[in-house]
Nanobody
């Protein structure tokens, strides 16, 4: 089984920064794509950023230039550096990974709350 555990959420003022981390553990052979999603209050979960095993990245338009996704394949970690935070970035942020164990599976973390005050 695979577990994803996020950390780094919290309360920050508009314009501030936070860094989210996600650690994958378990019987992992390989991790393919990793991503961060978020779910604002009262809204559906949405994709924020993705990163391939080779380091190619993509971002949702509203976070381009402010957020940076990165990963450390040696530690099975993925990060989300969030700068110039806005109140509309307030959400529960979820880590997602496509992981090969004895089969290819999709896994989610439990989520971490990010609240940006105006």
């Amino acid at each position: 089984q695979v577990q994803l555990v996020e950390s780094g959420g919290g309360l920050v003022q508009a314009g501030g920064s936070l860094r989210l981390s996600c650690a994958a553990s378990g019987s992992i052979s390989r991790i393919n794509n990793m991503a961060w999603y978020r779910q604002p209050p009262g809204k559906q979960r949405e994709l924020v950023a993705t990163i391939t095993s080779g380091g190619n990245t993509n971002y949702e338009d509203s976070v381009k230039g402010r957020f940076t996704i990165s990963r450390d394949n040696t530690k099975n970690m993925v990060y989300l550096q969030m700068n110039s935070l806005k109140p509309e970035d307030t959400a529960v942020y979820y880590c997602f990974a496509v992981v090969l164990t004895n089969y290819m599976g999709h896994y989610w973390g439990q989520g971490t709350q990010v609240t940006v005050s105006s």
